[in-house]
């Protein structure tokens, strides 16, 4: 029987529901009752998180977990992170008391510029192009003016338009590249309704043009979009202390620990292999605050490893170093976040988590966001260089393992008792459950 369907997106939820369940699952039943189980008890709310996407069958619940203890420029922060990996939340937490007693996280922002691109053919001659965008620059930043004129008003809106000769890559291939300030919102919408005009603007005044009409020469449009690399949006998370007080561990002295993990980063800034990994650790603590927060994960995602290779090879997004006899250990970061609009103000535990971080602005966002990577980032490198990434990971992740083999309550009790002292692994932990029915 084909699983084919036409006007799926027509049919009520619960019609969607039964055509999936009877259509790819052997036990109906037992499929809607799972769903079911995650549908939220009040209709009205459940209607509203329905009314998030398309085709919405159920929700998907990630554990909403809480790192305490971060000093972030002198202002005591809780910080919540929605995320499905053990060890993230703890390891967070681990950093953020350890750098509180040494000063805390220091955050510059060192920039907030958005970009957005129109993407064109001319096939002129470039300087017939350039003298035409010199005269029609002001036209076509005002005809957009309507748009901006909300976001001006809260000091944002279009900085500058750039005309870019991209002719080297594909024939006959330009650019308009916008820079924007958008203030407390990422600008999505705001930017690609702006760039959607400014293209409809630029196409009319083209196509007018006495020197191209004299030519007989075409302006194309390709397409307008903003870009998720934001290399001027950026923040910048730092720690230090004076190596004295970077005793971590009674096998390693404060020096030899600061020698030892900026060796460590060093092979991350040199090897992508490891760079890979070491990012994905960064982001561990990144995207849980950027998902906790209602902000786009995968535009910075997107955006972060991008920034990663901007030198040409993939490399480290951190830093460590020696400043005389202080250890220094930094992270920089494009982040594009918003604190308006989106699901900031429509998702419950959204709303919930700003209020939990005293409603940052987006700079402080972006603030709170990096602080979390590079709390992430220190708690991996500082295990990985002394008793290993398994053993802490693993006492962490011991909890699902027992779940995995189904393990009674006593039983719990039990082996989280035992692998205080033992090593965890899938199989140690079954042998355990056998012995101890």
Known sequence: MSKKIEGFSKLSKIEKINWITQMHFENAP????????YNHNDEKVQKHHDEFIENSIANYYLPL???PN????????????AIEESSVVAA????AKFWASRGGFKTPILGTQKIG????LFDGKKGLLQSFFKQKKKLLIDSSSSLTSNMRQRGGGILDIELKDKSDLIENYYQL???????DSMGANFINSCLEQIAKTLKTLAADHDAFLKEQLSLEIIMSILSNYVPQCLVQAEVKCPVGKLEVSSEMSGIQFAQRFIQAIEIAQKEPYRAVTHNKGIMNGVDAVVIATGNDFRAVEAGVHAYAAMKGAYSSLSNAFLEGNEFVFQLKLPLSLGTVGGLTQLHPLVKWSMKLLGNPDAKNLMEIVAVAGLAQNFAAVRSLITSGIQKGHMKMHLL???NQHHAKVGQKEKALEFFKTHKVTFSAVG???KSNP
Do not use: C, R, W
């Open 65 to 67: 977990g809480v790192a």
């Open 92 to 95: 967070a937490s681990k950093a």
């Open 70 to 81: 971060f000093v972030i420029n002198g202002k005591e922060y809780t910080i919540p992170m």
């Open 30 to 37: 037992e499929a809607k009752e799972i769903l079911s189980t």
């Open 400 to 402: 699902n393992i027992l």
């Open 177 to 183: 590249h916008l820079t924007f300030e958008t203030v």
């Open 431 to 433: 042998d355990f459950l």
């Open 117 to 120: 691109q129109i993407h064109f």
